[in-house]
């Protein structure tokens, strides 16, 4: 441990919750260089959703290799990223009647956020973009300054703006397409006419943060009648996370652009892309860059993992067992602990459970890490403990991991009652 602790940066976080070295992943599965496995109900934060090491999609990119396909290529055309825009097409786009054109971005999520807002900015001639509380949209300026958590905001170390803050569904009461709605309306409001809306559906970071049906009607509707654009943020939510392959199918409603990172890549390769409306495609070529747009291998094993797992709805209804699976164990520990818990939340496979405070929480992650299992926290106060394993998890690899968590809970709940009396 001792390189890390004198070479590598104090930024990271991951590890000082988790410190220990792993060398070897399958599946669900990571295993640390003494042979000790843990379950992995993190998963790369969304960025593996079919797990470590998926069998069908390392073949295909080792069989790539091997044949010394194209690895780095710019934005030259490239026979793996024909295969990728065909199999967007065919399995996901055609079968939902989505008509966008794919923008190649730099590899990572803020990168395609920061696109994305440039891009609605430059069509409508307007700077500001409405984002909404408890929202996590990445680090970069533009983005951070979307994001809400104060934490990350903090590291920026310049005046953060261009963004109009509305409340997220349900939060605190507050009716904030209301106020959104009302402002707009409202010459004398003080509110600059918005280039766009950006959101997540289900908000990660923020605590699982549900938004309804209803609620993204609404937006939508809002959004129409002002010219406003529509962004959805589905980088954390998509690609099956919630249920569907886009977190915004169950509200019938058709965003003007997506951002797509994380498990867009299908086996935890970066890769990063924004789905826009063929008539908001008015980049001059070359005006948002990136060396690393052409990641030739992550479209190999993105064209795979569409192939492999959206081609029928078998997948779904996997998701949707296993969420059925997770949710039962949640709400009984929501029912037997009320000292511990508020809430469940999340949709999906996009679960977690609102504890009491943060404290709680971060009880639950550590006893889980000593008793075989990595799950995470999120939230305000990281007071939701976050269930985020790998789509792909077998019925009885989920029961495993359940059952950590509730032998944890019970441990945790012992000992804050013995301290009480």
Same mark, same amino acid.
């Given at each position: 441990?001792?390189?890390?602790?004198?070479?590598?940066?104090?930024?990271?976080?991951?590890? &000082?919750?988790?410190?220990?070295?792993?060398?070897?992943?399958?599946?669900?599965?990571?295993?640390?260089?003494?042979?000790?496995? $843990?379950?992995?109900?993190?998963?790369?934060?969304?960025?593996?959703?079919?797990?470590? &090491? &998926?069998?069908?999609?390392?073949?295909?990119?080792?069989?790539?290799?091997?044949?010394?396909?194209?690895?780095?290529?710019?934005?030259?055309?490239?026979?793996?990223?024909?295969?990728?825009?065909?199999?967007?097409?065919?399995?996901?786009?055609?079968?939902?009647?989505?008509?966008?054109?794919?923008?190649?971005?730099?590899?990572?999520?803020?990168? #395609?956020?920061?696109?994305?807002?440039?891009? *609605?900015?430059?069509?409508?001639?307007?700077?500001?973009?409405?984002?909404?509380?408890?929202?996590?949209?990445?680090?970069?300026?533009?983005?951070?300054?979307?994001?809400?958590?104060?934490?990350?905001? @903090?590291?920026?170390?310049?005046?953060?703006?261009?963004?109009?803050?509305?409340?997220?569904?349900?939060? #605190?009461?507050?009716?904030?397409?209301?106020?959104?709605?009302?402002?707009? &309306?409202?010459?004398?409001?003080?509110?600059?006419?918005?280039?766009?809306?950006?959101?997540?559906?289900?908000?990660?970071?923020?605590?699982?943060?549900?938004?309804?049906?209803?609620?993204?009607?609404?937006?939508?509707?809002?959004?129409?009648?002002?010219?406003?654009?529509?962004?959805?943020?589905?980088?954390? *939510?998509?690609?099956?996370?919630?249920?569907?392959?886009?977190?915004?199918?169950?509200?019938?409603?058709?965003?003007?652009?997506?951002?797509?990172?994380?498990?867009?890549?299908? $086996?935890?390769?970066?890769?990063?892309?924004?789905?826009?409306?063929?008539?908001?495609?008015?980049?001059?070529?070359?005006?948002?860059?990136?060396?690393?747009?052409?990641?030739?291998?992550?479209?190999?094993? *993105?064209?795979? *993992?569409?192939?492999?797992?959206?081609?029928?709805?078998?997948?779904?209804?996997?998701?949707?067992?296993?969420?059925?699976?997770?949710?039962?164990?949640?709400?009984?520990?929501?029912?037997?602990?009320?000292?511990?818990?508020?809430?469940?939340?999340?949709? @999906?496979?996009?679960?977690?459970?609102?504890?009491?405070? @943060?404290?709680?929480?971060?009880?639950?992650?550590?006893?889980?890490?000593?008793?075989?299992?990595?799950?995470?926290?999120?939230?305000?106060?990281?007071?939701?403990?976050?269930?985020?394993?790998?789509?792909?998890?077998?019925?009885?690899?989920?029961?495993?991991?359940?059952?950590?968590?509730?032998?944890?809970?019970?441990?945790?709940?012992?000992?804050?009652?013995?301290?009480?009396?």
């Amino acid at each position: 441990m001792d390189i890390f602790h004198q070479k590598e940066s104090k930024v990271r976080s991951y590890s &000082n919750h988790f410190p220990v070295v792993f060398t070897q992943a399958k599946g669900c599965w990571l295993e640390t260089e003494d042979g000790h496995k $843990y379950l992995d109900f993190l998963s790369g934060a969304g960025a593996l959703n079919y797990g470590h &090491n &998926n069998d069908a999609l390392k073949q295909a990119l080792l069989d790539y290799i091997e044949r010394d396909g194209l690895t780095h290529g710019l934005d030259l055309y490239s026979q793996a990223k024909a295969d990728f825009l065909t199999a967007l097409t065919q399995y996901i786009l055609e079968p939902r009647s989505l008509d966008y054109k794919v923008q190649f971005t730099g590899p990572t999520g803020t990168n #395609a956020v920061e696109a994305a807002m440039k891009l *609605a900015r430059k069509v409508t001639g307007r700077t500001n973009i409405i984002a909404f509380t408890n929202g996590f949209h990445g680090c970069s300026s533009g983005a951070l300054a979307a994001t809400g958590n104060q934490h990350h905001r @903090g590291g920026a170390g310049m005046a953060l703006s261009g963004i109009t803050r509305i409340p997220y569904d349900d939060y #605190a009461d507050v009716d904030g397409l209301t106020l959104l709605e009302t402002m707009l &309306n409202d010459n004398s409001s003080g509110l600059d006419k918005p280039a766009a809306v950006l959101l997540e559906v289900v908000q990660g970071e923020g605590g699982l943060n549900a938004a309804s049906n209803l609620w993204l009607q609404r937006l939508r509707r809002i959004c129409t009648a002002h010219g406003v654009l529509m962004i959805v943020d589905d980088i954390q *939510a998509g690609c099956g996370r919630t249920g569907t392959f886009f977190s915004f199918e169950p509200a019938g409603i058709v965003p003007d652009m997506v951002t797509l990172s994380k498990s867009i890549g299908g $086996y935890g390769l970066p890769m990063a892309i924004v789905l826009l409306k063929p008539e908001l495609d008015q980049w001059l070529p070359g005006e948002h860059n990136g060396t690393f747009r052409g990641n030739n291998h992550a479209f190999v094993t *993105a064209a795979k *993992a569409l192939e492999t797992y959206w081609a029928d709805h078998t997948f779904e209804r996997h998701i949707r067992q296993r969420s059925e699976q997770v949710n039962r164990s949640l709400n009984k520990a929501l029912d037997l602990y009320p000292n511990l818990f508020s809430q469940v939340k999340g949709r @999906g496979l996009m679960k977690g459970i609102a504890c009491k405070n @943060g404290e709680i929480a971060a009880a639950i992650s550590e006893g889980c890490f000593h008793d075989g299992m990595i799950i995470e926290t999120a939230g305000p106060d990281d007071e939701v403990v976050k269930f985020f394993c790998p789509l792909t998890i077998t019925e009885a690899e989920l029961a495993q991991g359940l059952d950590i968590f509730t032998g944890v809970v019970a441990e945790v709940s012992s000992k804050i009652t013995k301290k009480a009396s």
